[in-house]
């Protein structure tokens, strides 16, 4: 099994009015959790990108955790204070060029003595475009086309050098980049850092099964985990590629307690907390594409249908078809009486493992064992001491079962991940 | 020439490159023992070696006050990305960051990009400029009290107090606001080289310390009166201005005697005006400089970083320190403290007040 650390997010699954919730900008914060992950022998810690703060309805996203520093600077602060945990940082496709952030990732694994990875994502939207000079976006169908050809460039570049020491003049044409000369960074100690995808679509997994190291998804249920499993594994093979070249990770949430049923009323407890009136008045606006602000939280749901394309929300990745989203809420709150909270606390945010440190130990295990996931990425609700129960009571019973290690035996991220070492292409 | 100032001294870690932290953290942590304003170090797309911004923020951690600032290229790179950079290196410093902003002027480094042609260095200088100006209203984009979790309405940030720049320079436009938080210096420090004319500009315009080269005194204190004038021309004060004259110092195996010819001063050579001699002769160099007001400090780039920089530290600093002519410790923990520089308000906090107060 395999574990990442991410840091508390923007989004409402960071619960800021806890009064344990600290800092999510000090570097403190930053150097607890990678510590607390360093200490349960976590493969690596994890951090996401936003580059235009949410907006909705026009103004700046007030409700949720917002600002966060840049990843790869953060990371190489954090190489200093740890010594075997990878440090993954989520970098934008789009709005980066190939020979500078490929440096900048050979640097990060340079300085970290070979535990950098790259979270590639991918943008489209012109709302974003708005902080960079290229201005615009990539229409969306040229998303992956362009993360293809820039990890295909990267490694040109991380091959530019031979293992050795001597550089050799790079030169690359193709229909996103035509570049050449000579990258500034000899080969660093993984090779290649490496590559993790977080993207859904069909192109996004054609994308990890040609070129990821690990695939972070949203799949965080048994069954959904299954069939996602299989039909990325099984592209594998068009690529020459072995089943365990790529590692399957979810990002999922953890509520522990003393008993299974402490441990579920703590995790109704936290949704109450993620899901405030605000937030819920917010998330059935996303839904309806409309504003919602005189509606009451407590009462019942709009009764007419959604707008579709609104635009409403900017910056925020969308998920499913909102007719059959608000059909499906109705049908909840009618069976169940809920309010309009009461039906976004019961729809979303909803923990993947909930129990006693033996039940979700073995709940993990069983995810893992049934080939819905190769490991997890952890998401805390709070910052930055989310992850301390987990490291002192789960990671010891998934040790002693030998379904975790209970010591680091390499020193790269790739060795935790148990990845083949890249060929080197000269 | 103008009254005498508090003495600032920086130096260069920069050299042959190294491709391990440990390197750089030695460096910095001696420059730090000698009580040292910041250390620099250089970088360019042109030449092997690391992500100078990484390498510094790598070596934070490991040092306390020391102040920091890397050489970033506004030519290639993004203003958007280069600024949330410097931003987080300040804050995984504390507040020690700075950047020496710089261009890219070969075709050689174009085509490691290719998405543009080279261009004449004014045209370049101006855009580094624009990239200062950006930056430094991203870095505003916050006012200090945005964030104020407010369990009651359920607000982590007063909106009102984030805002689009909505920048449109000569080459890139940029909406911001910025993604990171205010950094704790509330502008990390902007550090420009002023050799050539169109760099002079955006420095006098953009920067808070000023590298400036001379051969003598009275051509630093000219150049000093130069940049100062032209920022005060702008509307800056020129009371938050520092020039630093640029050295490159051999310390060589000349623990004595200074190389004859040499000794009264450095002289032109190369990239920057050479001092050779013995760590003595580079404090009486200092003093006599500092002392006549013609500079409010040294940048210092040793030839040999792992050599000089132990002698400019054990014995130039310390025989300075002997004089009480400069620091023995830092009594700040910011490197605008070591400067002397106020930590500015941001732009928009103030146009709020002062249209409340209209
Ligand atoms: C689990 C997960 C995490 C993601 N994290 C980020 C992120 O931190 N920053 C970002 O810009 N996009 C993030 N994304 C968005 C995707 O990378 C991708 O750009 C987007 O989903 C569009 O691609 P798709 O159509 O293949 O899903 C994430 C996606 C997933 C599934």
């Keep these: 099994m395999h574990l990442a650390a991410h840091f508390p997010g923007v989004n409402n699954t960071t619960v800021w009015a806890d009064p344990r919730s600290g800092s999510q900008i000090d570097f403190s914060s930053f150097e607890h959790l990678a510590r607390t992950a360093e200490r349960g022998k976590f493969d690596f810690f994890f951090l996401a990108e936003g580059l235009r703060l949410r907006e909705h309805n026009g103004r700046i996203h007030d409700l949720d955790v917002v600002g966060r520093p840049e990843s790869l600077t953060v990371l190489n602060a954090l190489a200093a204070v740890t010594e075997r945990l990878g440090l993954a940082a989520t970098v934008n496709a789009t709005f980066n060029e190939p020979y500078e952030l490929a440096r900048r990732l050979a640097t990060l694994d340079h300085l970290s003595a070979g535990r950098a990875a790259w979270n590639v994502v991918t943008s489209s939207d012109a709302f974003t475009g708005e902080n960079f000079r290229r201005g615009g976006y990539l229409d969306r169908a040229d998303r992956y086309v362009r993360a293809a050809e820039f990890v295909a460039t990267a490694r040109e570049l991380w091959d530019s050098w031979t293992p050795d020491g001597v550089s050799r003049p790079f030169s690359h044409e193709g229909p996103q980049f035509t570049i050449s000369g000579e990258f500034t960074v000899p080969r660093s100690p993984q090779g290649h850092p490496v590559v993790i995808q977080a993207g859904d679509s069909d192109e996004g997994r054609e994308f990890a099964a040609s070129a990821a190291d690990v695939i972070f998804t949203r799949h965080g249920t048994l069954e959904a985990g299954r069939a996602f499993y299989a039909d990325v594994k099984s592209r594998l093979a068009a690529y020459g590629r072995q089943p365990d070249d790529l590692r399957i990770m979810p990002g999922v949430t953890v509520v522990t307690g003393d008993t299974d049923a402490e441990a579920q009323e703590l995790a109704y407890e936290i949704r109450r907390r993620q899901v405030s009136p605000q937030n819920a008045i917010l998330a059935a606006e996303q839904v309806w594409g409309t504003d919602l602000s005189a509606y009451d939280p407590e009462g019942p749901l709009p009764d007419f249908d959604p707008v579709p394309d609104s635009g409403i929300t900017q910056g925020r990745v969308r998920h499913g078809d909102p007719l059959e989203t608000a059909a499906r809420w109705r049908a909840l709150a009618e069976a169940k009486g809920l309010s309009l909270r009461g039906t976004v606390i019961k729809t979303t945010a909803r923990q993947s493992f909930v129990g006693s440190p033996a039940t979700v130990a073995a709940e993990l295990t069983a995810f893992v064992d049934g080939r819905a996931a190769d490991g997890f990425i952890l998401v805390p609700h709070l910052t930055p001491g989310g992850l301390d129960d987990f490291v002192d009571r789960v990671v010891p019973i998934l040790q002693e079962s030998g379904a975790f290690r209970s010591a680091y035996t390499g020193s790269t991220l790739r060795s935790h991940l148990g990845l083949p070492e890249p060929v080197w292409k000269g | ?358």
């Design chain 2, 1 to 358: 020439m103008s009254a005498r100032t508090h003495l600032h001294l920086a130096a260069e870690i920069g050299g042959p490159p190294h491709y391990d932290a440990g390197h750089y953290l030695r460096l910095a942590e001696l420059a730090e023992d000698g009580a040292l304003d910041y250390v620099t170090l250089g970088d360019s797309f042109a030449r092997p070696g690391l992500d100078a911004l990484a390498v510094l923020a790598r070596v934070a951690p490991g040092t306390d006050r020391i102040g920091l600032v890397p050489t970033v290229t506004t030519t290639h790179t993004e203003p958007f990305h280069v600024s949330s950079a410097v931003a987080t290196l300040d804050w995984v410093s504390r507040g020690r960051a700075g950047w020496q902003a710089d261009v890219s002027t070969t075709e050689a480094e174009a085509r490691l990009f290719g998405r543009r042609r080279a261009a004449p260095p004014a045209a370049l200088w101006q855009e580094a400029g624009e990239v200062a100006d950006v930056s430094g209203r991203l870095w505003d984009s916050w006012e200090d009290d945005a964030e104020i979790r407010d369990t009651a309405t359920g607000r982590f940030i007063d909106r009102d107090k984030l805002h689009h720049v909505d920048f449109a320079g000569t080459a890139f436009t940029v909406k911001g606001p910025a993604i990171v938080p205010r950094p704790p210096q509330g502008r990390p420090v902007t550090v420009l080289d002023a050799t050539t004319a169109p760099a002079r500009e955006a420095a006098a315009r953009h920067a808070d310390v000023v590298h400036i080269r001379a051969t003598t005194p009275e051509q630093a204190a000219a150049v000093r009166d130069e940049v100062r004038a032209r920022a005060a021309a702008l509307g800056r004060d020129p009371a938050a201005l520092r020039v630093l004259v640029a050295l490159t110092v051999d310390l060589g195996d000349v623990e004595t005697t200074p190389e004859p010819g040499l000794e009264t001063g450095p002289r032109l050579a190369g990239r920057g005006t050479y001092f050779r001699g013995g760590p003595v002769d580079l404090a009486d160099l200092i003093a006599r400089w500092h002392g006549s007001g013609a500079a409010d400090g040294f940048h210092l780039t040793p030839i040999t970083p792992e050599r000089d920089l132990e002698r400019i530290v054990n014995g130039t600093v310390a025989l300075l320190q002997h004089r009480s002519l400069f620091r023995t410790f830092h009594p700040g923990g910011t490197l605008r403290e070591h400067l002397g520089l106020p930590r500015p308000a941001s732009r928009y906090a103030t146009a709020r007040t002062a249209a409340k107060g209209a």
